[in-house]
């Protein structure tokens, strides 16, 4: 494992993880590559996320970015995106491809959530942080930083796991051992993150949680959908409360 290229002196951040999404880098855009789910699942996130915070118009952040899937799909509709991660070489293969495809108003940094809120406190209409808390050490570090992040009345999207025996029968040994949708290793039980927990960390940040919904997977089909069942996958919605 290379992770020479990876910034593994942020407090915040895993180097192994990040090293993990570094090696895979250059399949990020390949639709049938390790990172199918992603963009199976962005057109569901991205009308989700429109359909709450309408991004016409809008100042989006999107944490944890990697290769740039969400971020770019956003910038589609948005009046600008900045794009974050740890990892160097997603940036880099995100970058490429926001060129190819004559993408302007996308910005791409590597500089993590919290000394970006530093800079950049309620800079943003929406922030959103897709499959990446599970990934972090303290993720509640990464939901304050996003809380700072959102101006007042703005919203902030996340996606997770849940952990319980059901998530880990889906998401690690069917995803990843018998479908065989994700590497081995990609995920980390321990990490899997209840709804109780992210709700808990949204409040202790003042961000209040405005929806939730569930992705669900049919191997037989091959298709996703979003559901009211949480219990493996989720998405959550919060608000900053205006001023
Ligand atoms: N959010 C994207 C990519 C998800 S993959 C999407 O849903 O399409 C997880 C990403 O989180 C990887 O790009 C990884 O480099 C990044 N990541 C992991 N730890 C991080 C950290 N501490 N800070 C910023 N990004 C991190």
């Not at 919203?155 to 040994?173: D, E, G, H, Q, Y």
């Not at 949204?202 to 009211?228: I, K």
Request: charge should be neutral; proline fraction near 6%.
């Amino acid at each position: 494992m290379n992770s020479a290229d990876t910034t593994a002196t942020h407090s915040n951040a895993d180097a192994q993880e990040l090293a993990k999404f570094s090696e895979l880098a250059h399949r990020w855009w390949d639709p049938n590559s390790e990172f199918r789910p992603l963009h199976q699942i962005n057109p569901l996130r991205l009308a989700w996320i429109d359909e709450l915070a309408p991004l016409r118009g809008k100042q989006a952040l999107d944490v944890g970015c990697g290769g740039g899937i969400l971020a770019e799909a956003m910038a589609a509709k948005a009046e600008h995106v900045t794009g974050i991660d740890l990892a160097a070489r997603p940036l880099g293969v995100a970058r490429l491809h926001a060129l190819e495809s004559g993408v302007a108003n996308l910005e791409y940094r590597e500089i993590a959530t919290e000394a970006l809120a530093e800079e950049r406190p309620a800079r943003y209409d929406v922030v959103t942080c897709m499959e990446m808390l599970e990934h972090v050490p303290d993720p509640s570090a990464i939901v304050a930083a996003c809380a700072r992040l959102v101006r007042p009345g703005g919203w902030v999207f996340f996606s997770t796991l849940n952990r319980n025996p059901k998530s880990f029968l889906f998401a690690i040994v069917g995803a990843e051992y018998v479908l065989r949708l994700l590497p081995r290793g990609t995920h980390e039980y321990a990490r899997f993150i209840r709804p109780s927990e992210l709700t808990r960390w949204c409040r202790e940040s003042a961000l209040s949680v405005q929806a939730s919904r569930g992705m669900e997977y049919n191997p037989l089909t091959r298709r996703y959908w979003l559901s009211g069942d949480t219990s493996v996958n989720y998405l959550i919605a919060c608000r900053r409360p205006a001023e």
